[in-house]
């Protein structure tokens, strides 16, 4: 019961569901990304995800300095349902969708 209250507590956020809508859109990202497409500060979006990433619903991995983050492979099962969800209903949000294209226009290659 507690691992759904925090998973469902974790989804309980605009910055977080914004997130992760955009990791479902654009698929790995680096934290430098998130923070530029979503306007937020580098230590406001490295909380977020790493909240997601302790109640599974993202994967992480260090390539040198940088973090790179993508949807988690299998999410708990409690989410899963869930994302599917959202995702359906974020696609057609103009916040979500402004976000996506900022993203897309601010994504760095290589990171930082």
């Given amino acids: 019961m507690r691992d759904h209250a925090e998973i469902f507590q974790a989804l309980a956020?605009?910055?977080?569901l914004r997130a992760l809508h955009v990791l479902?859109?654009?698929?790995?990202?680096?934290v430098c990304d998130l923070e530029a497409g979503l306007e937020i500060t580098q230590s406001r979006a490295s909380r977020h995800l790493r909240q997601l990433r302790q109640v599974g619903?993202?994967?992480d991995r260090r390539d040198g300095a940088?973090?790179?983050y993508?949807?988690?492979?299998?999410?708990?099962?409690a989410a899963a349902?869930?994302?599917e969800v959202l995702f359906a209903r974020l696609k057609r949000d103009p916040l979500a969708k402004a976000d996506?294209?900022?993203t897309r226009?601010?994504?760095r290659s290589p990171c930082c």
């Fill in 70 to 77: 993508r949807l988690a492979d299998d999410p708990p099962p």
């Fill in 100 to 102: 996506v294209k900022r």
């Fill in 105 to 107: 226009a601010e994504r």
């Fill in 66 to 68: 940088w973090v790179y």
């Fill in 81 to 83: 349902a869930a994302l």
């Fill in 13 to 16: 956020d605009e910055t977080r």
């Fill in 24 to 30: 479902h859109r654009l698929g790995e990202l680096c």
């Fill in 57 to 59: 619903l993202v994967d």
